[in-house]
């Protein structure tokens, strides 16, 4: 479904990704793990279209989406939480989650996915009419996830959706993720959380320094020498 | 003098600055960029007041709506040729691209018409006064103060209430993320641009209604006056235009009548010490959207 042929991609004069090749298939769920500054964030952001790879090919359904600006993409049925949510948060929840609706051809279709929406995040149903900047940091990430799949992505791709959240939410969030996988959404998910991804994920690549460094399924990573190394960032630098 | 006249005046060109101002931060606050070709849209409506006034024998409401259109077509054109191309380099290029509009429209002002001014011929209703509780208030104000509200609530009533509002809000908020979700950079682009047109066509009306001459350089004036009053309401916020504009208007009328005679010629600058004055203890102006939602009217 998503193929990333040795994506290349910079920041003026930085080189951030240095030949990057994923592929996640329909249905999947894959995880893309690493240290800080690995370029996770920017190989996600090439996907979305926010940065243009200056080398290699990205293709989606077999066709080529380099190059495509976000709102192709995101009509093509790539949605991206963001590192951060970047929810609108002088929109009320309503107005984020009409927004994330906003490429639905069907009124019918907007309002089943509301509906299912209400079920998975009841806290948004209260909400509804309040400020998205008023909301707590977990309600927060909720409707970011939210607003991504009011869409009905086809492709769903979550940037650490359990930074910065409580133990409670954080087991909350990735019990959504498996939830959502089970229910067909195909996923990639970037995460410092490596033990929590490795329990729910398909397969993993581990990225660094702008490459891919391995992949497998998680028994496979988890024998893997370079897991060590990603496990000591992490503890090392988020004290988990 | 601070009597019923005077408010009634003032309560006019707060209204008038207001919608001044609102034209020119609906586009900052989605792209960032202050377009200074946006003097040159109230110029343009203003000659197609004259020429339509002098040479054709359309109805003056007709002529004002048509004028409205000119503006606001010209906005959406120059967004076309002008700013498009440029707006994926830098925002440094896109500021030099208005000022190059800008120059570009005057020039064409100067040449196909004339550098001189030219009289516009206004319609009864903008020479005549009625009178409200023994003031005579000129017919004008009361217009510039009736357009200026069904602006606001038209305004209003589409950003909260239709999808095209709701992402011109959300564009506003984070350009990028509302492109993610399937929004295309040049609708809200274009939309912005057309408000911004509409909003200085109307304004051309009410402007020249004053002076009754245009001129290639009438877009200065205005334009100063809309960054001025976007910079005292924050420009971030629509709000804050609102704000600014009547601010602006409250201050430079009393100005008018507490300076005394010999002073009077300096209000302007007594204004731009009020505004430093303002900026010192408000940086990001009287309305900074960091601490407040934004809601406008
Ligand atoms: N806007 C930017 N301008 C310049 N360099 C950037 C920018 N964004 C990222 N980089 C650089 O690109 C590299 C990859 O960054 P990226 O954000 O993709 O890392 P990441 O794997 O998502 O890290 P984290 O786990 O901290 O989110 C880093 O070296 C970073 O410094
Ligand atoms: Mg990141």
Redesign the pocket.
């Given at each position: 479904m998503l193929e990333l042929n040795s994506i290349h991609a910079r920041?003026?004069a930085?080189t951030?990704l240095r030949g990057v090749s994923i592929n996640v298939s329909q249905g999947e769920l894959v995880a893309l793990l690493?240290l800080?500054?690995?370029?996770?964030?920017?190989t996600l952001g090439c996907i979305a279209g926010v940065l243009k790879p200056w080398q290699g090919d990205i293709l989606f359904d077999g066709a080529s989406i380099a190059g495509k600006s976000p709102e192709q993409i995101a009509r093509l049925g790539i949605s991206l939480v963001p590192?951060g949510r970047d929810i609108f948060s002088s929109l009320t929840v309503d107005e984020n989650l009409r927004l994330g609706g906003y490429i639905l051809k069907e009124k019918a279709e907007y309002h089943r996915n509301l509906d299912e929406i209400f079920e998975l995040f009841p806290v948004l149903k209260e909400r509804f009419q309040q400020p998205g900047g008023t909301l707590s940091g977990g309600e927060q990430q909720q409707l970011a996830i939210a607003r991504a799949l009011m869409s009905s992505p086809r492709l769903l791709m979550l940037d650490?959706p359990s930074l910065g959240l409580a133990p409670a939410l954080v087991d909350q969030i990735f019990e959504l993720i498996d939830r959502l996988h089970q229910r067909g959404v195909t996923i990639l998910l970037v995460e410092?959380n490596v033990d929590r991804s490795l329990e729910i994920v398909d397969r993993a690549y581990l990225m660094n320094t702008g490459r891919i460094e391995s992949q497998g399924t998680p028994q496979q990573l988890r024998t893997h020498a370079d897991i060590e190394g990603i496990y000591m960032g992490v503890k090392g630098q988020s004290g988990k | 003098m601070i009597n019923l006249e005077f408010i009634i005046n003032t309560i006019s060109l707060g209204s008038l600055y207001a919608m001044l101002a609102l034209g020119l931060v609906i586009i900052y606050g989605i792209l960032r960029l202050v377009n200074f070709a946006y003097g040159e849209l109230i110029m343009v409506g203003g000659y197609t007041l004259y020429l339509l006034a002098s040479f054709s024998p359309l109805p003056w409401l007709f002529i004002a709506l048509l004028a409205v259109l000119v503006a606001m077509f010209t906005s959406l054109f120059t967004e076309l040729v002008a700013f498009r191309p440029v707006r994926e380099k830098s925002l440094t290029a896109m500021l030099v691209t208005s000022f190059a509009v800008s120059t570009l429209l005057q020039n064409g002002a100067l040449l196909i018409i004339s550098p001189r001014a030219r009289a516009v011929v206004l319609p009864q209703i903008f020479q005549t006064s009625v009178m409200i509780a023994g003031t005579s208030v000129p017919w004008r104000n009361i217009l510039t103060i009736l357009t200026s509200l069904v602006m606001l609530v038209l305004l209003t009533l589409l950003l909260r209430h239709t999808v095209l509002g709701i992402a011109l809000r959300a564009a506003a908020d984070n350009f990028t993320m509302t492109r993610m979700l399937g929004v295309p950079a040049n609708t809200v682009i274009s939309a912005a641009f057309a408000i911004s047109g509409i909003m200085a066509g109307l304004v051309s009306i009410f402007w020249i209604s004053r002076s009754a001459t245009v001129t290639p350089a009438l877009g200065a004036p205005p334009l100063l006056v809309a960054f001025v009053a976007t910079v005292i309401g924050g420009m971030r916020s629509l709000t804050g235009a609102v704000v600014g504009g009547f601010v602006y208007a409250i201050v430079i009328s009393l100005l008018g009548v507490l300076l005394p005679p010999g002073l009077l010629e300096f209000r302007e600058a007594f204004m731009f010490v009020f505004v430093i004055i303002i900026l010192l203890f408000r940086p990001q102006g009287l309305i900074s959207s960091k601490t407040s939602v934004e809601r406008v009217g």
């Open positions: 920041y003026g930085i951030a690493g800080n500054g690995a370029g996770k964030s920017t590192e650490e410092q | -």
